[in-house]
């Protein structure tokens, strides 16, 4: 959806711009709130060059703390969504009236630090425009994306009488304004909308236009202030250093007090004068709004900051959410409103089972519900709980108003966890549940849903019901990592049952996952605006450029697999939150294009305005995720079983029943790694251990079950076959051991010739036979090449690679591959061939047919070579034909001089001496040259279409080069056009922007 680099540069434009007020209506979750890369530039946006920013929280209500980025930012403006009674019924025509109500799915804060998140909440509703290929002109949206336009709207009414009586503004005295004069509603049960999902309240235009009409002047308007509170011993998000208290899990809800150290700095705008900030010195009269806290009455603050401390008394409260605040007001002018809030959330928990002697469940019967109202129960997993299972039953509620038929329920499991966001550790649905009516009578059974989520023990869950603000009627509701070592042979983990658990252990590996460092990087300077559109890499204000820096990276598959996955571990999924501006790559092959499987080349683009920050990430490594065949996991409940110890005896069942309060030991042996697999990989999966019986509630088991990792070793040594032992033969005497020696510096000398060859794997040594007869027939001829110590073998193939080397040019090594041919006796090969089966019990016939086949393999390598060459000697002479004015002007044609006859009789010989021992098709490329030889450029185009019908994969591009030659030469214009197109799309020059810098 939105990138870095489109936010910070739509900032830019906006500011380039002068633009006074801008809406987003978009965001997603952060990990941590208030920091990253964006944030920094909207900061400097909103506190610097004056632009307000009015966002969306989110629609991830019911739950607490489930606003979203950017929302959660202090320079933002976050609008909640609030639907009044007068839009119900001609805009969702509702039979009955309710009063007004903040729409369930509507984001709550606090944020994780404590920060309210909401700031104000406007209409969540709006008929809208929409395209036309929807085919209606209007819809009716919902979300707070049509809440936040509905504010900034409203503020722009603002700045529209401001500008139109020349009075100025500045961002914190229009905050300050709307969030004073924001209206508190009663919803549907009288009383106020939580001010966690309405905020400061209801934005009101008029009242906010007066109160800037009258306070706008004041000297300590347009100073915002910045609270930074730490809350001794707590080890949460909310720690030190931040915007709020927020109070949660149970050893810091339950204390009967906690201490925060709370700091107020005043901030001016960065060009006021030093004298203004010197003169800055307000008496400010400190307001708890609830006798839980207590604190200083009184702060003489200036600009240099002052702190107080702050008692909370969670032991007086019952269990719940509470909000309560201190406001800090003017002395001197406390109409007008606080100068500054500090947000204080308590959550204190309903059951606490990580309790010593706790039970294992709690349940909470006949909880009333009406449309919209919410229920919130804070429940403390047991230590050492990796699920939970919520069960819902539903009926109809007493003397009811209101029948109910079927009721839409919306209910939220979530839990805080560090470096993680709410969406990673929590579970929001929307469920419609069966109401019995009256007539079914009171002992009617109750509707029920059951829902298994993964949880971690001793964190406070959040348990969050309500009934959807639309659905009518009155109801009741009762509402009830392992890692593996391949290095070793198994791995040993503890299982603790809290209650009587069944066990039996399963799981699986289905990930390899493999680490890849950068092959290159590169620092790419900042670029300069497109004509007259847009503001390049100037950045924000356009003072900070922006730098690229593109990093490459490779990998390879060995075959295709089920699926792949690109991560940057230190990078993935960040936005808002994350510290670099864009987080962009793409993957393509050698050719630049994408392969099922191959060489992979993934780039990788980063952005900053600060080269050094960039340059910190040129050794980051890059995951790779390959989806494989599942590899099944082996549990034991003794080492002797995971090692197979024959002295162990039978494997023991593996399903066993654990008591209260039981620890045993379990052993999972390390399986063998896929052949995919490289030394330096991971193999990732998941296992469950308990099982609970079929009959029983929930799903039984750990929903996704523990993170198993097994680290792939170093290969094994592979163990080479025995060397055959040699055939009988008589001792060697020295001139034989003398024609040995002279053979392998044959060998040597003819590879330094060409650096191209690489050397026999085991040259023979003077005075040692080789270890295979290497023979070219049978019965005496054995005996007389073994008594010779003579190689066709090894000498023919030291010569077949370097006439391959020096057949790169136009001419050939013709010497070479006469000593070729004249090492392999053709009629011989034929023969030792022409027996189609060797008997598989004859050793001594196994060794001669592989050295036959080997044979076979070299003449036709030699014989290739040879028509090869001889191609390319034709080619020559009909060119020089043709130069002379001998030839038809036919370059590629048989050319009518003496010497070009002569090449193409000698080349004919060739071609069929070679068809004779190997198919055409396996020499494709000499057939394509033969057929242009004689002139008959279709017919050579129709072998190498059907060579190319045959690749599995993509063509190599010299083959469609080829291709366009032959097409040239029948004069196909169309065809030719089309093949140099195609050319350009397979194999382009570049890579695509941004990645064609590297």
């Known amino acids: 959806m939105e990138t870095g680099t489109a936010l910070v540069r739509a900032l830019g434009a906006a500011i380039e711009r002068g633009v006074h007020i801008i809406n987003l209506s978009f965001g997603e979750y952060a990990k941590v709130d208030d920091i990253g890369r964006f944030t920094a530039a909207a900061n400097l946006a909103v506190h610097k060059h004056g632009l307000l920013f009015v966002t969306s929280a989110g629609n991830n209500g019911p739950a607490l703390s489930t606003g979203g980025a950017p929302g959660t930012s202090s320079c933002c403006i976050a609008v909640g969504a609030y639907c009044s009674s007068a839009m119900m019924g001609p805009q969702y025509s509702l039979r009955a009236k309710l009063a007004d109500i903040q729409y369930t799915w509507s984001s709550r804060g606090p944020t994780y630090d404590g920060h309210l998140n909401v700031s104000v909440s406007a209409p969540g509703g709006a008929i809208a425009p929409v395209p036309n290929w929807t085919l209606q002109g209007r819809q009716l949206m919902n979300g707070t994306s049509m809440a936040s336009p509905n504010a900034c709207g409203g503020i722009t009414l603002l700045l529209s009488a401001l500008a139109a009586r020349g009075e100025r503004w500045s961002p914190a005295s229009i905050r300050r304004a709307i969030e004073t004069t924001a209206l508190r509603t009663p919803n549907a049960t009288g009383s106020a909308v939580e001010v966690w999902a309405l905020g400061r309240g209801l934005l009101q235009v008029g009242a906010a236009l007066s109160w800037l009409e009258e306070h706008g002047g004041h000297a300590h308007c347009d100073v915002r202030f910045e609270l930074s509170a730490t809350t001794h011993g707590c080890s949460t998000a909310a720690g030190a250093g931040a915007r709020g208290v927020y109070l949660r899990e149970p050893q810091h809800s339950s204390a009967s007090e906690v201490g925060v150290d709370v700091f107020v700095r005043p901030r001016l705008h960065e060009e006021a004068p030093n004298a203004q900030r010197v003169s800055l010195d307000v008496g400010v009269t400190l307001q708890p709004s609830a006798p839980w806290l207590s604190c200083a009455p009184f702060l003489a603050l200036t600009h240099g900051g002052k702190g107080f401390n702050l008692k909370v008394s969670p032991g007086q409260l019952p269990p719940g959410a509470h909000y309560a605040e201190v406001a800090g007001h003017d002395s001197s002018s406390p109409r007008r409103g606080p100068l500054f809030s500090l947000p204080v959330t308590v959550c204190k928990?309903?059951?606490?089972?990580?309790?010593?002697?706790?039970?294992?469940?709690?349940?909470?019967?006949?909880?009333?519900?009406?449309?919209?109202?919410?229920?919130?129960?804070?429940?403390?997993?047991?230590?050492?709980?990796?699920?939970?299972?919520?069960?819902?039953?539903?009926?109809?509620?007493?003397?009811?108003?209101?029948?109910?038929?079927?009721?839409?329920?919306?209910?939220?499991?979530?839990?805080?966890?560090?470096?993680?966001?709410?969406?990673?550790?929590?579970?929001?649905?929307?469920?419609?549940?069966?109401?019995?009516?009256?007539?079914?009578?009171?002992?009617?059974?109750?509707?029920?849903?059951?829902?298994?989520?993964?949880?971690?023990?001793?964190?406070?869950?959040?348990?969050?019901?309500?009934?959807?603000?639309?659905?009518?009627?009155?109801?009741?509701?009762?509402?009830?990592?392992?890692?593996?070592?391949?290095?070793?042979?198994?791995?040993?983990?503890?299982?603790?049952?809290?209650?009587?658990?069944?066990?039996?252990?399963?799981?699986?590996?289905?990930?390899?996952?493999?680490?890849?460092?950068?092959?290159q990087a590169k620092l790419v300077p900042p670029a300069a605006p497109c004509g007259d559109v847009g503001i390049g890499d100037a950045g924000v204000g356009g003072k900070t450029p922006i730098y690229d820096y593109l990093l490459s990276y490779k990998f390879a598959l060995k075959e295709a697999c089920e699926g792949v996955t690109v991560r940057f571990p230190s990078l993935s999924a960040q936005l808002y939150e994350s510290g670099y501006e864009a987080q962009l790559w793409a993957l393509f092959d050698a050719h630049k294009r994408l392969l099922r499987w191959g060489d992979y080349y993934v780039r990788l683009q980063l952005r900053h305005d600060s080269p050094a920050h960039l340059e910190k990430l040129k050794d980051m490594p890059m995951v790779v995720d390959l989806q494989i065949a599942p590899v099944a996991l082996s549990f034991?409940?003794?080492?002797?079983?995971?090692?197979?110890?024959?002295?162990?005896?039978?494997?023991?069942?593996?399903?066993?029943?654990?008591?209260?309060?039981?620890?045993?030991?379990?052993?999972?042996?390390?399986?063998?790694?896929?052949?995919?697999?490289?030394?330096?990989?991971?193999?990732?999966?998941?296992?469950?251990?308990?099982?609970?019986?079929?009959?029983?509630?929930?799903?039984?088991?750990?929903?996704?079950?523990?993170?198993?990792?097994?680290?792939?070793?170093?290969?094994?040594?592979?163990?080479?076959?025995?060397?055959?032992?040699?055939?009988?033969?008589?001792?060697?005497?020295?001139?034989?051991?003398?024609?040995?020696?002279?053979?392998?510096?044959?060998?040597?000398?003819?590879?330094?010739?060409?650096?191209?060859?690489?050397?026999?794997?085991?040259?023979?040594?003077?005075?040692?036979?080789?270890?295979?007869?290497?023979?070219?027939?049978?019965?005496?001829?054995?005996?007389?090449?073994?008594?010779?110590?003579?190689?066709?073998?090894?000498c023919g193939g030291a010569h077949l690679e370097h006439a391959e080397a020096m057949s790169e040019g136009r001419r050939a090594g013709e010497e070479l591959l006469r000593g070729v041919l004249s090492l392999l006796d053709a009629t011989q090969i034929a023969a030792a061939l022409g027996v189609p089966h060797v008997d598989p019990d004859d050793k001594r016939a196994k060794q001669r047919r592989e050295v036959d086949e080997a044979q076979k393999k070299a003449l036709v390598g030699a014989l290739h070579l040879k028509a090869a060459a001889l191609a390319d000697l034709h080619k020559v002479a009909a060119a020089a034909g043709a130069g002379d004015g001998a030839g038809d002007g036919a370059g590629d044609g048989a050319g009518d001089g003496a010497d070009s006859k002569a090449a193409l009789e000698a080349l004919d010989a060739a071609v069929a001496a070679l068809h004779r021992w190997a198919a055409k098709e396996e020499h494709w490329k000499l057939l394509v040259a033969w057929h242009r030889a004689h002139g008959y450029a279709a017919t050579a185009l129709a072998a190498l279409d059907e060579h190319l019908a045959k690749e599995k994969g993509p063509p190599p591009k010299e083959k469609l080069e080829l291709r366009l030659e032959l097409l040239r030469e029948l004069g196909w214009q169309h065809w030719v056009d089309n093949a140099k197109a195609l050319l350009l799309l397979k194999y382009p020059q570049s890579y695509p922007p941004p990645f064609n810098s590297v």
């Open 349 to 519: 928990p309903h059951a606490n089972l990580a309790a010593p002697h706790a039970p294992c469940h709690v349940a909470f019967e006949r909880v009333a519900f009406s449309p919209g109202h919410i229920e919130r129960r804070f429940v403390v997993p047991p230590r050492g709980a990796t699920w939970a299972t919520l069960t819902l039953r539903a009926r109809g509620a007493p003397r009811s108003r209101e029948p109910a038929g079927s009721v839409v329920y919306m209910y939220s499991l979530t839990q805080l966890l560090p470096q993680k966001h709410i969406g990673q550790s929590s579970e929001t649905r929307r469920v419609t549940m069966g109401v019995p009516d009256e007539a079914q009578g009171a002992g009617a059974p109750a509707t029920e849903y059951v829902s298994t989520v993964a949880c971690v023990g001793g964190v406070t869950l959040e348990v969050a019901v309500a009934q959807w603000w639309m659905s009518l009627g009155e109801t009741e509701l009762d509402v009830e990592q392992l890692t593996l070592d391949g290095r070793t042979l198994f791995s040993s983990l503890e299982l603790h049952s809290f209650r009587r658990t069944s066990v039996e252990p399963e799981g699986s590996l289905k990930t390899l996952r493999r680490a890849c460092r950068p092959l």
């Open 636 to 794: 034991h409940w003794s080492r002797a079983s995971a090692l197979d110890d024959p002295a162990a005896g039978p494997k023991p069942p593996l399903r066993r029943l654990l008591e209260p309060h039981t620890r045993v030991a379990l052993h999972v042996a390390s399986p063998a790694a896929p052949a995919i697999a490289e030394p330096g990989d991971t193999l990732l999966g998941s296992a469950t251990f308990a099982k609970l019986s079929s009959e029983g509630v929930g799903a039984g088991k750990r929903p996704g079950g523990w993170p198993v990792t097994l680290f792939v070793p170093p290969a094994a040594k592979k163990e080479e076959p025995p060397k055959p032992a040699s055939m009988d033969k008589e001792d060697e005497t020295a001139p034989h051991r003398m024609e040995a020696a002279l053979r392998a510096l044959k060998i040597s000398q003819l590879v330094k010739l060409s650096p191209k060859c690489k050397p026999p794997k085991e040259p023979a040594a003077a005075g040692e036979a080789a270890p295979l007869p290497h023979e070219a027939g049978g019965g005496e001829a054995d005996e007389e090449l073994a008594a010779r110590g003579t190689d066709p073998h090894a």
